[in-house]
């Protein structure tokens, strides 16, 4: 029997020692430039980081000489035991310096800091509402008024809520020619049975309406009568000019053509002050006056509306006074148109 016969273990051993010790050389030494990448990949050092600007801003205010003094900054509520006063503030990426011109909702920090107000912690920090008067933060903010003082607040007239129109029943006037200076005017309101007077200028009709038109006695008053071209028929007319004498309808005036069968309004409206303590819904009559908040009897502001066709609601507004001038504000609309004139 052979040496490797009789050794045979002992010569395997051997063998697999040398195999293991080639290859572990190859790996180390030899090989193609793919195998090297994999074998000795290169080390990063470039990485993209988002907001890099502002890292290397920090970057460098870090790196330069520091005191640390224990400081309150400017008018900002943050005690920083620190050399640099950078900050990030929520919703406005990057590194920030605070200050007071800082805006926290819209407002500027040093304002919630003059007013004592820790609301713009919060997010909706500007609609909330310090007094609980119903104006937010940021309307008292722009406003100028005190946000902690229920009694200085904007102007009510910035939360009068248009709530409906309330259509009344019509009235009409028509006239026939009774002779030169005289013509012969039936009036009737809604329902009711109709008045008939002989009346000319300076006359006043209806005389003895009917009981369901009581209100409307003597409520007009003829000043002129004439002749013109009537755009509606397209053809020469008579017509009388008739004032309505309402208190309300400050004087408004109705040309009557000859051929006219129109209808006329006397309209009202239903508002409401949309503040925690605005009551319940109040009704005005067109030309009527009322305050805010609403109270039987008040005044400070009326209610008009723009001149309309037919039967159709007028865009409501309300005339209100400022100082010795009188303002007319369209509800929902801004701004106001000024007139020179004092008073209501």
Do not use: C
């Not at 050794?7 to 040398?18: D, F, M, P, R, T």
């Not at 293991?20 to 000795?40: F, H, K, M």
């Not at 209808?263 to 009322?290: I, R």
């Not at 008009?304 to 009188?326: H, Q, T, V, Y």
């Amino acid at each position: 029997m052979s040496w490797i016969s009789e050794n045979y273990e002992k010569a395997a051993l051997g063998v697999s020692a040398v195999v293991a010790l080639a290859i572990g050389a190859s790996i180390i030494t030899g090989g193609d430039e793919a195998g090297d990448e994999i074998r000795n990949p290169k080390k990063v050092t470039d990485y993209p980081v988002a907001q890099e600007a502002s890292l290397t801003k920090l970057k460098e205010v870090i790196q330069s000489p520091q005191s640390w003094v224990f400081s309150q900054h400017k008018k900002t509520d943050l005690n920083s035991f620190v050399g640099y006063p950078l900050y990030g503030i929520k919703g406005n990426p990057g590194i920030h310096e605070l200050g007071p011109e800082t805006l926290f909702d819209g407002i500027e920090l040093s304002w919630w800091r003059e007013n004592n107000l820790e609301d713009y912690q919060y997010e909706d920090g500007g609609s909330r509402d310090a007094d609980g008067e119903g104006f937010s933060n940021k309307e008292e903010h722009d406003a100028k008024t005190d946000p902690n003082n229920a009694e200085s607040h904007p102007s009510f007239i910035t939360k009068l809520k248009f709530v409906e129109a309330l259509k009344p029943e019509p009235f009409r006037i028509q006239w026939s020619q009774m002779d030169a200076e005289r013509g012969a005017f039936t009036f009737r309101a809604g329902n009711a049975p109709s008045s008939l007077d002989v009346a000319g200028v300076g006359d006043t009709f209806p005389k003895e309406p009917h009981n369901k038109a009581k209100a409307y006695a003597n409520r007009f008053k003829i000043i002129e009568k004439g002749r013109g071209l009537n755009a509606t028929t397209n053809r020469e007319e008579d017509f009388y000019m008739v004032e309505d004498l309402h208190p309300l309808k400050s004087k408004r005036q109705f040309k009557l053509w000859y051929s006219s069968r129109k209808a006329y309004y006397d309209w009202s409206a239903m508002f409401q002050l949309d503040t925690p303590n605005g009551g319940e819904p109040f009704k005005v009559e067109e030309g009527g006056e009322f305050s805010l908040p609403f109270k039987e009897g008040g005044k400070g502001y009326k209610f008009l509306l723009e001149e309309r066709k037919g039967n159709k609601f007028g865009n409501p507004s309300i005339e209100m006074k400022e100082g010795d001038a009188k303002k007319v504000v369209p509800l929902g609309l801004a701004p106001a148109k000024e007139e020179n004139d004092g008073g209501l």
